[in-house]
């Protein structure tokens, strides 16, 4: 399982977390700079675009919305 860290909810796989941080995130920052690695970006959304993509290969981004429960 793989657990929310903004919200604390769990899920099945990365693809159901991703599309949650996207979509419904209730404790998604209100703030269009990445907190992880401080790069900025027009609107909400692209900033958790960046966020599930880099994700994926990077594991300081992952560690920021998701860890192992
Ligand atoms: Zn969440
Ligand atoms: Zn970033």
Sequence with gaps: MIRCKLC?????????????????????????????CGTRFKTIRLLKLHLVNSALTDPQHRNYIAVMA
């Design 8 to 36: 604390g909810r769990t899920f099945e796989s990365f693809s159901d977390l991703f599309f949650h941080i996207k979509r419904e995130c209730k404790n998604f920052p209100h703030t269009r700079r990445c907190p992880v």
